[in-house]
């Protein structure tokens, strides 16, 4: 019964270890998604208005420009996998990349090749143990990423884009990220960043985010606009910021969804943890009075012992 209390009292004190930590990265967590829906917050003004410049452009001109042009009969088609560079947040990174699975099984029984493009060391991991090829591989931002992080993705899928495909181009580029919706529930989600399709800032956006602002009264036309130099050169500037900030606000959109399901998932250790403390407490608690009992029916019976003896 000894040895019992000694196995039981061992586990309690390690599973009281791992209790502190998980409770330690739970409020880490909570902390840091607060900060990562602020960062989303603040960068919803310039996207607003970046959205709305892109908008009054596009539909005040005839132009056409290359990222806006669509690929008759598309052969390569790139997706871009958002996923989380640690562990400990749950479904969240299997989620992201079973449902860009399931985004390649339908771009490849459209007869396209696909070539995938990793955000993560866990997408990275996943690709890796499986030998399948990507073309390129970004990580170590994934809870806290900045807008020079979007741009070296953005800029590298506009440039695959934009090459033919004799040369390694793609005609066509998704992006699989996690939709923030609420602390409990955020979504995987597929955006076609690539050609872009030019969003209504007075909308609601497909990426999920909610840029529905009134420009002008009911009854108002929207005004007519002059380019200067011209509209096709107004395109070359804002079409590659537009398409740098789809990639952040993806990118911010991920974070603040894995640090909310590390959350999640950290509190359910916790509380795991404390339930299997209290049934060690219980067994203990058990093998002690079994323990007592049977010293109790040793002394019993070897005071009935001697008094047989003496008799």
Do not use: C
Not at 3 to 32: C, D, F, G, H, P
Not at 74 to 94: E, M, N, P, Q
Not at 159 to 179: R, Y
Not at 222 to 244: G, M, Q
Request: charged share 30%.
């Amino acid at each position: 019964m000894g040895a019992q209390m000694r196995i039981y009292r061992q586990r309690i004190k390690s599973v009281n270890s791992i209790k502190k930590i998980t409770n330690a990265m739970e409020l880490i967590a909570a902390a840091r998604v607060i900060k990562a829906r602020q960062r989303a917050s603040e960068a919803m003004p310039y996207t607003t208005a970046l959205t709305r410049a892109v908008s009054a452009v596009a539909t005040n001109t005839s132009e056409d420009h290359p990222l806006t042009t669509d690929v008759k009969d598309a052969k390569r088609a790139g997706v871009l996998v958002i996923a989380a560079d640690r562990g400990l947040a749950g479904a969240y990174s299997v989620s992201a990349i079973k449902r860009a699975s399931e985004l390649i099984a339908h771009l490849q029984g459209e007869g396209k090749e696909v070539v995938p493009y990793l955000v993560g060391r866990k997408a990275v991991s996943y690709y890796k143990f499986r030998k399948r090829d990507f073309a390129q591989e970004w990580s170590g931002f994934t809870d806290a990423p900045t807008f020079e992080n979007a741009r070296d993705i953005a800029d590298r899928l506009t440039e695959d884009f934009l090459k033919p495909t004799a040369e390694g181009g793609v005609d066509e580029i998704h992006v699989v990220f996690t939709l923030f919706r609420s602390m409990v529930r955020q979504d995987p989600h597929v955006l076609r960043l690539l050609p872009l399709e030019v969003v209504d800032a007075d909308s609601e956006r497909e990426d999920g985010l909610d840029l529905s602002v009134n420009q002008y009264e009911e009854g108002q036309l929207a005004p007519e606009y002059d380019f200067e130099p011209s509209a096709s050169e107004v395109l070359d500037l804002l079409l590659p910021k537009y398409v740098r900030n789809r990639i952040y606000t993806a990118l911010l959109s991920s974070s603040a969804s894995e640090l909310a399901a590390r959350q999640r998932a950290m509190k359910s250790a916790t509380d795991n943890a404390g339930d299997l403390i209290k049934r060690y407490e219980r067994l203990a608690n058990q093998a002690r009075q079994a323990g007592i009992t049977q010293e109790i029916s040793e002394i019993v019976g070897g005071a009935d012992a001697l008094a047989d003896a003496k008799k």
